[in-house]
């Protein structure tokens, strides 16, 4: 059944808003003033109304590079890294001047994938978004660029922004970008493209038609904000792509108007939040192949990953750490947490119950993930 938009968006009240560098920057790269002005102006008509808006920004690299007089991106991670650190002064400086003069405060919240790692760092994220939004603050979000490391980083913001929508347990994740939403192919190259108002399920088909459709500035184009739409469906969080050049683009969205592209949260079971943070917070260590029946017991009967289906291990990993399951065809279908290291797999792997009590004794006769710790993505 298809999900309405409209009815959906009425109940709407947490909302991540995520705006991207090129709807904060003008053509040269400096910081768009006007632009931020109205954003601002918008996202605190939409407080006083009473919505819990978290904004997750980019931008920072931008102004960055403007302050220091370049104007090409360059490829130098540690130049980005100073950039990042000069531009998010100015950026964080301005929200905070043109949301004073409504009244409101902001608070900045800097972060790295390895501070969604950790469980109690993950719930700690939560906690003061939280009681920034009970104290009316307004949590304003980016990734740590001038200490994230290739290791630790997000990589993109809208990968971000689904992260913060998922802990923050937002009801809709909305994208502002500079295109009107996802097309059926790229309008930048044909003029007959058409705008997507209603995404049910992203398969195959959408992910490749938002190809490598992508602007000058930020890091991710149309790919990285499916994933990112991705994300929020799995963990039951609607998603909206729309323009930031739309007058009243928020207005209009919380309406229900038909602006954008819609990306349904999915059906069905609600995904426990320690099932979110494993499937999206935790990093991922490590990599199993399991066969055919396992897989089978895994998708449809509710079972855990027994050493015997595990066909392939790869990576290092210890105890304790996030591994993708792979399907034979190389589809990720679950992730979970590990009960046991690359080497002690290796050794276990393909046998069953029998053969590693006779060899090895009950230390190694877990399961090696267990259903508790197992989230499935395609039940
Ligand atoms: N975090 C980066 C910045 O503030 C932007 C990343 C992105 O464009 O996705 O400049």
Not at 106 to 121: A, F, K, P, S, V
């Amino acid at each position: 059944m298809e999900i309405d938009r409209k009815k959906y968006l009425s109940g709407v009240k947490r909302m991540v808003v995520k705006i991207g560098s090129s709807s904060l920057t003008a053509e040269n790269g400096r910081l768009d003033r006007a632009s931020i002005k109205k954003f601002v102006n918008e996202v605190s008509s939409l407080t006083r109304k009473g919505m819990e808006i978290i904004i997750v920004t980019s931008g920072a690299i931008a102004a960055g590079l403007e302050s220091l007089g370049i104007s090409k991106k360059p490829d130098d991670l540690t130049l980005l890294q100073a950039a990042a650190s000069i531009g998010q002064v100015k950026l964080m400086s301005l929200y905070s001047e043109l949301f004073s003069k409504n009244s409101i405060k902001t608070g900045q919240i800097l972060l790295t994938h390895e501070d969604t790692t950790r469980r109690q760092q993950y719930l700690n994220i939560r906690n003061t978004i939280n009681n920034l939004i009970n104290l009316k603050v307004i949590p304003v979000i980016n990734e740590n660029d001038s200490v994230a490391t290739d290791e630790i980083k997000f990589g993109d913001n809208d990968r971000l922004a689904a992260m913060v929508a998922v802990l923050a347990e937002a009801d809709i994740l909305v994208i502002l970008t500079d295109i009107e939403g996802m097309y059926d192919k790229d309008p930048r190259i044909y003029s007959d493209a058409k705008l997507i108002s209603f995404i049910g399920k992203i398969d195959k088909n959408i992910e490749d038609s938002a190809g490598g459709i992508g602007s000058t500035y930020g890091i991710g184009g149309m790919k990285s904000k499916i994933k990112a739409a991705e994300i929020c469906s799995f963990s039951g969080i609607g998603t909206i792509i729309a323009s930031s050049r739309v007058k009243n683009i928020l207005n209009k969205i919380i309406s229900g108007d038909d602006v954008g592209t819609f990306f349904a949260p999915r059906a069905g079971k609600r995904v426990k939040s320690v099932k979110k943070w494993i499937a999206f917070g935790k990093r991922t260590r490590g990599t199993i192949v399991i066969d055919k029946g396992a897989e089978e017991a895994v998708l449809n009967n509710g079972k855990s990953v027994l050493p015997v289906g595990v066909v392939e291990v790869r990576g290092k990993f210890s105890r304790g750490d996030t591994l993708e399951v792979l399907s034979l065809e190389g589809k990720l279908i679950a992730k979970g947490i590990t009960n046991f290291s690359s080497e002690e797999l290796e050794k276990i792997k393909g046998k069953n119950r029998k053969k590693i009590l006779s060899e090895f004794g009950t230390s190694m006769c877990d399961e090696v993930i267990h259903r508790d710790g197992l989230v499935v993505f395609y039940e």
